[in-house]
């Protein structure tokens, strides 16, 4: 039964949830130079555990309490996005179009595969959010995590080994320890005012899965092409998201097709990097290396630099979800530095490249060093 109090509670945590799922990802968008807002949110999603992650490095060297470590995180995520975004503003040449918000195209709502999607989304925030909130095994130890570091102000203390004593940070996993997701929202937690539980199980599906399907729309747009393109490419398009949402809602057929089972737990950091971080990464790459015409279309400044820059902010990202994160995101990257040098007839391009994976070999060395001293 929902109570005033809980009413109460979702009400004040609402302008920090905002700040983290809206103004950051939005500001740190812009501040990119991203042009689209859709590109703009994406990415500046993705660039929000980013750098999180590069405050959360010298956190865990450091030994900071977790308070510490939100504060810093949140007062540097939020003078780049609003800085970010207000040089930009400054520097735009048409200060109307940096602002524009697009309206919805409500000739998608006359078509009914679109509608089919829509549906499905809905009915699975329904059932994740209120009806019956997926009860994970591994909820025990990962919201355990979350909630130890709200409670304890500490980084990757634990009780839940059923330890009387807090267990020292040298004696956790070096996957838990050298990947930011779980503090990410054990700062969410503090910020909003939020038990890790109710963030977790309630709130975090609420964003998640709707950014999921939103980059799934965005591959749709980039296979299919843009609302300009017609009543053909709408019909594609609403084909595409309908069958994606009969396959993730009714795919789940055996316990290795993982389907609906990913966004069942969403809020789990292999999700966030397979269903939203590592997709991003996915097209994002694609289209900076090998569409030249796409790319002018997103970015304000197009050099190789900068979008090199762009795919070295996802990958940061990537890593900083998962140590599966840390294997997957440089295959992908490597994928399409080939590609592009051989489509484009550029071999230096896959060699320019390189310097993207500094921040995985620079994990490794710390993982390394942390095993051996362990």
Not at 53 to 68: E, G, V
Not at 167 to 192: A, D, H, Q, R
Not at 198 to 203: F, G, P, Q, R, S
Request: glycine share 6%; net charge positive; proline share 4%.
């Amino acid at each position: 039964m929902i109570t005033a109090e809980t009413i109460i509670m979702f009400l004040k945590s609402i302008p920090a949830l905002l700040l983290v799922f809206l103004i950051w990802p939005l500001g740190l968008g812009a501040g990119l130079g991203i042009k689209k807002n859709i590109d703009r949110y994406i990415i500046g999603f993705a660039a929000v555990q980013a750098v999180f992650f590069l405050c959360y490095i010298p956190a865990i060297l450091n030994a900071w309490s977790s308070r510490t470590l939100t504060a810093v995180g949140a007062i540097t995520i939020s003078a780049l996005a609003i800085g970010g975004a207000a040089i930009r503003f400054v520097k735009a040449s048409e200060k109307k179009d940096f602002l524009a918000l697009r309206k919805p195209d409500f000739k998608y709502l006359k078509n009914p595969f679109f509608l089919g999607a829509l549906i499905i989304i809905l009915y699975e925030l329904y059932v994740y959010v209120f009806k019956e909130p997926w009860i994970y095994g591994d909820d025990v130890t990962y919201i355990r995590m979350v909630t130890d570091f709200v409670d304890t102000n500490a980084i990757y203390t634990k009780t839940w080994s059923g330890q009387a004593d807090l267990t020292p940070l040298s004696e956790i996993n070096y996957k838990y320890v050298f990947t930011s997701y779980y503090p990410f929202l054990g700062s969410i937690s503090i910020l909003t005012g939020l038990h890790p539980l109710i963030l977790c199980k309630t709130v975090i599906p609420v964003f998640y899965l709707p950014i999921h399907y939103l980059i799934t729309w965005r591959i749709g747009m980039f296979l299919f092409g843009d609302e300009k393109d017609g009543v053909k490419m709408i019909e594609m398009k609403s084909l595409f998201m309908f069958f994606y949402a009969i396959l993730i809602e009714f795919g789940h057929i055996s316990y290795y097709t993982m389907s609906r089972r990913v966004t069942l737990w969403i809020y789990n950091s292999k999700s966030d990097c397979f269903t939203i971080l590592l997709p991003a990464l996915f097209i994002y790459t694609f289209i900076f290396l090998t569409e030249k015409a796409e790319t002018n279309n997103i970015l304000t400044n197009t050099g190789l630099i900068y979008r090199q820059f762009l795919i070295f902010v996802m990958a940061l990202s990537s890593i900083s979800a998962t140590t599966m994160g840390l294997i997957m995101s440089p295959i992908v990257m490597g994928t399409w530095f080939i590609i592009a040098a051989f489509r484009l007839k550029k071999p230096s391009l896959f060699f320019s490249s390189l310097w993207t994976f500094v921040p995985h070999l620079m994990i490794i060395i710390l993982i390394v060093r942390f095993v051996r001293l362990n």
